[in-house]
């Protein structure tokens, strides 16, 4: 069974770090897409990052680029959101997802979606000005 659990949320001063983890179980993450999603009350859910971890890449959403990164850890079932410069605009629930990776042509196809079916309860995170 797939599972997905995030850690690692709490309340922040503007300019402030947390990391978060997503600890996963049931799959090898190298074959699915990880996402990283946040949704804001009264906003839709958007993605923050996706991660081909068996290719070594990741998307960032433009208005966390340099602020954010994704890295996953060596026992290779956890990966992390480190959030540095946190701004107010942050504030939101943050979920982690896994698609799994589908190849096209012979080429590695990963796509992040908002409504994977593998989907993680979210940790909630809170800037405060």
């Known amino acids: 069974e797939i599972q997905l659990v995030e850690s690692g949320g709490g309340l922040v001063q503007v300019g402030g770090s947390l990391r978060l983890s997503c600890t996963t179980s049931?799959?090898?993450?190298?074959?699915?897409?990880i996402g990283w999603f946040r949704q804001a009350p009264g906003k839709e859910r958007e993605g923050v990052s996706c991660?081909?971890?068996?290719?070594?890449?990741?998307f960032y959403k433009d208005s966390v680029k340099g602020r954010f990164t994704v890295s996953s850890g060596d026992a290779g079932n956890t990966v992390y959101l480190q959030m540095n410069n946190l701004e107010p605009e942050d504030t939101a629930v943050y979920y982690c997802?896994?698609?799994?990776?589908?190849?096209?042509?012979?080429?590695?196809?990963?796509?992040?979606?908002?409504?994977?079916?593998?989907r993680g309860p979210g940790t909630q995170v809170t800037v405060s000005a």
């Open positions: 997802t896994a698609d799994y990776i589908q190849y096209l042509g012979g080429s590695r196809h990963a796509v992040c979606r908002p409504n994977a079916d593998n």
């Open positions: 991660t081909d971890d068996g290719e070594g890449k990741t």
């Open positions: 049931g799959f090898n993450i190298r074959d699915y897409a």
